[in-house]
């Protein structure tokens, strides 16, 4: 049973505008909750995270949000930029691993 | 520079032979993850280790196989057990954060195995 879910399996921006990623899990224990983006055939970047005491953490372009009592984080990228097009993975971190989402494919249009 | 290797990056394979799978860090990371990536599916945990010679099954261990005697290299081997072994393999490794059960993990750049 998935516990980390990204319903949106693809998103497509215009350049300069905001992309926003979501992102919902059911595991109540999660501690911590990161973002990775990902391109074809390489591995998992590390982007940004947020710990589950906090509801917002920024870094430069991007933010996350994270709404505990909905268990329901999302990603900003503000603005959307061509070399932001790639997968982008949720992940939650419990019980010495971490649990990840199917991903969403971000395409930015110039 | 510090990272993580997997070798070989693209394998194929017979049906009903078993594989090997490398991955080698030098981080100094005490934990270290196998995980599989398949379309649409996101990336599944195999197997884990949290320590040298000790490992445990992830979500989908089934048909798979791994050991952990040198805290820097952590082999995964795919057997002929293993019922859809073509696949996307990311090995990962991670150090302790203050506060959180796990921090973020380090991923290598992947191995993609081919069934014929």
């Known amino acids: 049973d998935q516990q980390v879910k990204q319903n949106s399996p693809s998103l497509s921006v215009q350049e300069g505008r905001i992309s926003i990623l979501n992102c919902d899990y059911t595991?109540?224990?999660?501690?911590?909750f990161l973002w990775y983006k990902k391109y074809p055939a390489e591995g998992p970047t590390f982007l940004i995270s947020?710990?589950?005491?906090?509801d917002k953490n920024e870094d430069g372009r991007f933010t996350v949000f994270l709404n505990k009592s909905a268990k329901h984080l999302s990603l900003h990228i503000v603005p959307s930029q061509p070399g932001d097009s790639a997968v982008y993975f949720c992940?939650?971190?419990?019980?010495?691993?971490?649990?990840f989402g199917a991903g969403t494919t971000v395409t930015v249009r110039a | 520079d510090g990272g993580i290797t997997q070798s070989p990056k693209y394998l194929f394979r017979k049906e009903g032979q078993n594989v090997t799978l490398s991955c080698e860090q030098n981080?100094?990371?005490?934990?270290m993850y196998w995980y599989r990536q398949d379309p649409g599916q996101g990336l599944r945990l195999i197997y884990y280790?949290?320590?040298?010679?000790?490992?445990q099954k992830g979500d989908i261990a089934e048909g798979y196989s791994v050991s952990r005697e040198k805290k820097e290299s952590f082999p995964l081997t795919v057997t002929s057990a293993q019922k859809n072994p073509t696949a996307f393999y990311l090995c990962?490794?991670?150090?302790?954060?203050?506060?959180?059960?796990?921090?973020?993990?380090?991923f290598g750049e992947g191995s993609r195995l081919t069934v014929l």
């Open positions: 280790s949290q320590i040298v010679n000790d490992f």
């Open positions: 990962a490794s991670s150090t302790p954060r203050a506060g959180v059960s796990i921090g973020e993990l380090f």
């Open positions: 981080l100094n990371h005490d934990a």
């Open positions: 992940a939650a971190s419990g019980d010495y691993k971490l649990s």
């Open positions: 595991n109540s224990m999660f501690d911590y």
């Open positions: 947020i710990s589950s005491i906090k």
